[in-house]
């Protein structure tokens, strides 16, 4: 302890923080806090249009799937694997349709427009009560180019197959695009 002269007072410093510096924490704070609910809202969206983006990257993965199978069994030709006219595939967008008596979408059989089902309450699914949507919100598209080679030849062996499957998620079209190559080799 120390010895103070008489007469002499000390004041003791006051501890705390101002009006300032608490405006700053509460704006670094609120800063934070905003932050955090554009994060969640984000993973919101991106968690709602995971099963639509799942479907369309499965509906794409089938019709490509459909060509290759229908060129290896032989139920349609080399020259047929184009779009019309001259090929079995219809141009530009169409619904999400079930492939028709040739096996392959979007071609001039395809039957009704796909459903999801669901199950209902008891839980299981291929019970009368089943939940049934169908696929309105989709649409598929195929293209079907022929390459060239280097000199600018069409190469006669060799083709680029696009499947372009769009649909709607929260009042926004999103796609999902695959794309692959076919040979006249099965």
């Known amino acids: 302890m120390?010895?103070?002269p008489v007469g002499q007072h000390t004041f003791r410093s006051e501890e705390g923080f101002s009006l300032i510096e608490t405006l700053v924490a509460m704006g670094i704070l609120a800063t934070g806090l905003l932050t955090l609910a554009g994060v969640f809202i984000v993973g919101m969206r991106s968690l709602a249009a995971s099963s639509p983006s799942l479907m369309a990257r499965e509906k794409a993965r089938e019709?490509?799937?459909s060509v290759h199978t229908?060129?290896?069994?032989?139920v349609i030709t080399w020259d047929q694997i184009r779009n019309a006219p001259g090929g079995v595939f219809l141009t530009g967008e169409r619904s999400l349709t079930t492939p028709g008596l040739d096996g392959l979408v979007n071609t001039?059989?395809?039957?009704?427009?796909?459903?999801q089902k669901s199950p209902g309450k008891d839980g299981i699914l291929g019970t009368a009560d089943d939940l049934i949507l169908p696929l309105k919100s989709y649409t598929r598209e195929i293209q079907i180019t022929?390459?060239?080679d280097a000199n600018g030849a069409v190469d006669l062996n060799l083709r680029q197959?696009?499947?372009?499957?769009?649909?709607?998620?929260?009042?926004?079209?999103?796609?999902?695009?695959?794309?692959t190559f076919i040979?006249?080799?099965?």
């Open 161 to 179: 197959v696009r499947v372009i499957v769009k649909y709607l998620v929260a009042g926004g079209w999103r796609s999902y695009t695959l794309t």
């Open 70 to 74: 229908a060129r290896d069994t032989g």
């Open 183 to 186: 040979s006249s080799f099965a």
């Open 108 to 115: 001039a059989d395809d039957g009704p427009i796909e459903e």
């Open 63 to 65: 019709a490509i799937e």
């Open 146 to 148: 022929n390459l060239t």
């Open 2 to 4: 120390q010895n103070r």
